[in-house]
């Protein structure tokens, strides 16, 4: 079953005294298994359905766990036990290190069969490519083989986001890879989002700059667009988003278009120019319906021919595997699973997902049933889906005969909204008046104490300072300031996702009942306190990081979940041996 080809179908048709030959019992197969391979592949798409999860066991040596996956012809790749290889043994390791433009590889599955149970053959010289042999084989074995790679997946191609999402790479180099990533489908008179990312593997810093020409949609009222990025202005994470706001017109069913001018490209590598060129054009359909209802009308006219046309092009990526060469060695630094999220979900998760969210539904009604928004008086919060809003009330002491200019500042306040960004907005009252002034007291008559406000926030600790500097001399002792602080949570959650925790040792091998301490790095987070704890109960671990290991050798996980922000979490896997091993 090496072919690749599904159509068309085309089946035995029996009839008493017909002669069957090996062609016509090969069709016989051919007909079941490419009728199974259609409906997994139409029906179920391709990637991961369970198991396959790459773990390193020291630093030159892989296992891969059983599991089952689907290629992109619906073929069934079976790993039915573990895998233990080293790097340096899998097919293509040699190719890959002989062109180092990037520190990682990636680990690929693909459908394999193998000749078995060699048999007598009674018509001997049947079969010219056996050189006369009177031997054959009875059988043939499913089954996949893993290899490495340093080719790069056609990203259109890997995820069902495909459908509605346009990934275009514009530049690829030595580790460095931009894409954009722009909607397929757009409702006219509405607004979309243009995602730049930027992927810098590299030792090198890099920036860049270059225009879009926009045709039937506006950034800014503008239909240009220039997108520059400098990774000398930001931490440094390797991987970084740009978010650019477009807005359509207001025509309908037509194709709106974002082209890089090349004359307006830069790029520069550890501040230095070079001669590089940026290619991509990307459209997008701009009709009158919603945008799931033209991406299902699409996705339903042409999802065979785009299926079919992908075949048997993308392998399944397992695993990128990050490494350092030394000398004549290497070593594993980590492995990132799946790193194209090329997963199968089956009915029977799919269901467990859906009723999670009737769950969630049905808490949210009950929520709304309590009464709706909570006030809050001074220092409290009023939520709203999405925004979180907190206010006060902060009194400023003024020196007695403060003069013009002089600055004074409130004691620190927790706004209560969490660490990060927030709004904060301040008026001005005078006392036993209920008139608050926001923005400069100098627009209305004067009166009570003239002062220019503002607040200093500290994202990492959730609180801010507010100072006031006095426009005109007062003789009043105080200065009364409401402050409401405002706060995007889908702000909060991408910063909880740029927090991240890493244990050291990354990679750890003990014998039985041995033990050892491991530490957490805390990145991004004031508050560093974390909670230790094992899977399954192979073996222990203490509150300070000391990891024993349990009686049984095997593979463990030890995870470390940070206190303050618990989905904020890493683990390691234990290697344990026995003493004889």
Not at 120 to 139: F, L, Q, S
Not at 375 to 387: D, F, R, S, V, W
Not at 505 to 532: D, F, Q, T
Request: glycine share 8%; proline share 3%.
């Amino acid at each position: 079953m090496k072919n690749t080809k599904l159509f068309p179908f085309e089946r035995n048709k029996y009839f008493y005294g017909k002669l069957l030959s090996v062609d016509d019992f090969e069709l016989e197969q051919d007909y079941m298994n490419n009728k199974r391979r259609m409906l997994n592949r139409y029906l179920n798409g391709c990637g991961v359905v369970a198991g396959l999860y790459v773990v390193g066991l020291d630093e030159q040596t892989i296992s891969v766990e059983a599991g089952i996956a689907l290629d992109a012809t619906g073929r069934e790749l079976v790993m039915d036990v573990p895998v233990v290889k080293k790097l340096s043994m899998l097919d293509g390791f040699g190719v890959c290190r002989s062109r180092r433009d990037r520190p990682y590889i990636y680990l690929c599955l693909e459908y394999g069969e193998t000749e078995t149970d060699r048999v007598h053959n009674v018509t001997k010289n049947a079969r010219p490519e056996r050189d006369g042999e009177d031997v054959d084989y009875n059988k043939i074995r499913e089954g996949c083989r893993l290899y490495l790679t340093d080719r790069e997946p056609e990203l259109e191609n890997m995820s069902p986001s495909a459908l509605y999402e346009d990934v275009k790479t514009v530049y690829w180099k030595d580790g460095v890879r931009i894409c954009q990533i722009m909607p397929r489908y757009v409702r006219s008179g509405n607004h979309t989002e243009l995602r730049v990312t930027v992927e810098n593997l590299g030792r090198k810093t890099i920036s860049f700059s270059y225009d879009l020409i926009l045709t039937c949609l506006l950034h800014e009222n503008q239909t240009k667009l220039r997108v520059s990025f400098d990774e000398m202005l930001v931490e440094r994470t390797g991987s970084y988003e740009l978010i650019y706001r477009l807005d359509t017109t207001e025509s309908a069913n037509v194709e709106g278009t974002l082209a890089i001018d090349p004359d307006t490209v830069r790029l520069s590598v550890s501040g230095q120019k070079t001669e590089e060129r940026f290619e991509g054009r990307q459209t997008v359909r701009i009709g009158r319906e919603e945008e799931k209802a033209e991406m299902v009308r699409s996705y339903y006219r042409a999802a065979m021919e785009n299926i079919a046309e992908s075949g048997s092009r993308q392998p399944i990526y397992l695993a990128r595997i990050f490494f350092v060469e030394a000398g004549d060695t290497y070593i594993i630094e980590r492995i990132d699973n799946v790193p194209f999220r090329q997963y199968v979900k089956n009915g029977y998760l799919e269901t467990a997902l859906d009723q999670m969210m009737m769950r969630e539904l049905k808490a949210g009604e009950r929520a709304g049933s309590t009464g709706g928004r909570r006030q809050g008086g001074g220092g409290g919060k009023e939520e709203a889906p999405g925004i979180a809003v907190s206010k006060g009330t902060a009194v400023i002491p003024l020196a007695a005969a403060a003069q013009r200019g002089e600055r004074f500042f409130s004691d620190e306040i927790i706004h209560g909204l969490g660490l990060g960004r927030v709004a904060i907005v301040l008026g001005t009252q005078r006392d036993e008046e209920n008139l608050v002034t926001y923005g400069s007291s100098e627009v209305f008559e004067k009166e009570g104490v003239e002062a220019e406000v503002a607040a200093r926030l500290d994202v990492d600790k959730g609180s801010f300072v507010i100072g006031a500097r006095l426009l005109s001399p007062t003789q009043e002792g105080r200065l009364v300031v409401h402050w409401t602080a405002v706060r995007d949570m889908r702000d909060a959650v991408q910063e909880k996702s740029d927090k991240r925790i890493y244990i050291t040792p990354g990679i750890l091998e003990l014998h039985v009942r041995e033990s050892h301490y491991l530490e957490a790095v805390c990145e991004n987070m004031l508050e560093k306190a974390v909670r230790w704890s094992v899977k399954d109960q192979a073996g222990t671990v203490d509150a300070r990081g000391c990891y024993t290991a349990p009686n049984v050798p095997g593979v463990y996980e030890v995870v470390a979940q940070s206190v303050a922000f618990p989905e904020v979490r890493a683990s390691i896997f234990v290697v344990v041996r026995d003493y004889d091993a």
